[in-house]
């Protein structure tokens, strides 16, 4: 028999239920305080670095975002992309199975609601939150950097602070749904949990260091010959490198947040010709330079829930 009424319907319904659920609820609460700590401790102690060497950079803002001030060993893209998909995995572990646990899918179903609504209602709801987050992680930072700067920033600097939120929310959005398609996979939270965390190590400690360079060398041969090195080895490496969400997200914020950034692959001398190097991009080429990375990470983002929703489809549900 066909269903009457679109699959979506109450969808907007379970995303209002699971959004307030999501911003009232204690591991909400905790996020939010790590948000804070991290924000207040990174911009602050970039702030101090910068007003100790102003007038060197012209786009101060986007030194706040990229520079490793000291004492603290990392910059706050790095803490970024740490903290965003462990933010996002947190959400997403349990968005499923937890309905299983309960006792509680069945009787959801029941009502006039289709898997399709429940499915994107959780997910929707799940990525506003994870957004809020991130949103309220980079106005606390520009907040202080504009208190302890004393200047706001320029319209390039804010359109590409912009830009690199709304990857940074799409990075996020990967490991949410790949939290989401394990809280489908699996009845147990904790084994959802540690499948999306093993997921994201595999990427962001063994890919690029280990996995990558053996599946490149099988393919293209050693990274160098007799006539030097491997072009072919090179373009290889360059295309497994960039399956890792982790590598996308960390050339976005390079090509963005890096103004003088003209490529994001290998160059050759003979195109380096008249280039004048050292020069910042405008916002618009740094943006044509990241378009297909972007899409890259939204396209991830869809193609991992659509996996979720295929394999929710199939689930026997029983009370």
Not at 80 to 97: Q, T
Not at 149 to 167: D, H, Q, W
Not at 269 to 283: E, V
Request: hydrophobic letters at 60%.
């Amino acid at each position: 028999m066909r269903r009457s009424g679109s699959p979506f319907t109450g969808a907007a319904i379970v995303l209002a239920k699971e959004a307030a659920d999501q911003l009232s609820g204690v591991r909400m609460v905790v996020i939010e305080a790590l948000v804070f700590l991290i924000a207040l401790v990174l911009a602050w102690f970039s702030t101090t670095t910068i007003r100790e060497s102003i007038g060197q950079s012209p786009f101060l803002f986007l030194r706040l975002l990229t520079m490793a001030p000291e004492p603290i060993p990392f910059s706050f893209i790095d803490t970024v992309g740490l903290v965003a998909p462990i933010i996002a995995i947190a959400l997403g572990f349990d968005a499923v199975n937890a309905e299983f646990n309960q006792r509680t899918l069945s009787r959801i179903l029941a009502q006039p609601i289709y898997r399709d609504a429940l499915l994107l209602g959780k997910f929707l709801a799940r990525l506003l939150a994870l957004s809020i987050a991130l949103l309220s992680l980079w106005l606390l930072v520009l907040g202080v950097g504009f208190l302890r700067l004393g200047l706001p920033p320029s319209g390039e600097e804010l359109i590409r602070m912009l830009g690199f939120l709304v990857a940074t929310i799409a990075y996020g959005g990967v490991w949410l749904a790949a939290a989401f398609l394990f809280s489908i996979l699996f009845r147990a939270p904790a084994t959802a949990a540690l499948a999306a965390l093993g997921l994201w190590l595999v990427f962001s400690f063994f890919w690029s260091l280990i996995i990558r360079p053996l599946v490149a060398t099988l393919i293209a041969g050693p990274p160098e010959d007799i006539f030097g090195p491997n072009l072919a080895y090179i373009q290889t490496s360059q295309v497994l490198d960039r399956i890792s969400p982790n590598t996308l997200y960390a050339e976005i914020a390079l090509a963005l947040l890096q103004p003088a950034t003209r490529t994001l692959g290998p160059v050759f001398i003979s195109q380096l010709r008249g280039a004048l190097l050292g020069a910042p991009l405008p916002a618009t080429q740094s943006f044509i330079l990241v378009w297909p990375q972007l899409t890259g990470l939204i396209a991830a983002m869809i193609l991992i829930f659509a996996a979720g929703y295929i394999v929710f489809q199939r689930q026997e549900i029983r009370a």
